[in-house]
């Protein structure tokens, strides 16, 4: 499809590399969407990929250094950059791995004239490697019970001013954000049947993923209460192995039931569902695991210890209310 010019936007992609594997993609990706509307990378990495990368990316790519030191958390250090830099009305925050269609990014800013701040539906295009089949068992257990968190939003810039921006030291930046923009009265859409392609990370990251992505959910009492209690379910199931089987079965059935809503089922397999219990074990495990780094401080991130994972809408209010 052709690229159509979409106007009062800008595009914010905060940036953090140690390699530069998927250079070339990315910038094919960059000159692609640079076409459509204007591009700001905020670019956190060392002396040496900061300079490939300006010399690497398209000429109507904007690229510079984030200008916040005060968030411990890199990606909202480039979104608050961002916010201070465009004189966009309106802006699309994606990770690196992100890749929007051009007709997905004109339905998500059409989605947004309606809202402060829209989350679409990420998915990992075929072919998939195990992990990220094993991932996106948790991403329709996501959809099942509510709504998936994805790399990618778009919201409104005067919102994010009003509030203040948001909180940089947070591991759960997305949530933090969404929360952020309903304290200060903003409107969040769920476009469940938008679907922007992911690319799968390494296994390598995805290993170390686990455990941090499983702290997330302290941002979620009831959720994390839930997730911890699956060990013990587990354990009590192992004693008779056949005790097994109705739960296995009830995590593919939720699963499955995620896949085929909102349109699921035009970029989820049909096989994805039975991925669902192996994400389910893995996290009985993890969140004890996320529960032990809570009481020790917080969880490592880049060189730091990140205690919180998002702060309540309550406490937000309450902030912006000083």
Partial sequence: MEARPVLDAEYILPLKWSTDDGLDELCGYLAVLAAQLPVLVVDGSDVEHFASHTRAFPPTVRHCRPKHPECRNGKVDGV?????????????????????TPAGLSRILEL????????????????LPWHAKWDTGRTLLNRAFGSDYPGTMAVRAGTLRRAGGYSGGVLFENLELLRTVRAAGGVEVRADDLFVARLPC?????????VRQA???????????????????????LRRPVRLLPFGAAAV??????????????VFGPTAALWAPAWVA???????????RRLCGGIPYSGTRLKTAAHSVRQLRRGMAK
């Fill in 253 to 266: 059935a939720a699963a499955e039931y995620g896949r085929r809503r909102d349109g699921g089922t035009q």
């Fill in 112 to 127: 947004l004239e309606g809202a402060d701040v829209v989350r679409p539906q990420n998915h990992f295009p075929l072919p």
């Fill in 80 to 100: 608050l950059t961002g916010l201070d830099l465009t004189q966009a009305a309106n802006l699309v925050i994606a990770d690196d791995d992100v890749r929007f």
């Fill in 202 to 210: 390494s296994t390598r990251h995805f290993l170390r993923q686990r």
């Fill in 282 to 292: 893995e996290r009985a495990v993890c969140v004890w695991l996320a529960a032990a």
């Fill in 215 to 237: 702290y997330d959910g302290l941002a979620q009492p009831v959720r994390f209460a839930a997730e911890l209690a699956l060990l013990p379910v587990l354990a009590w199931c």
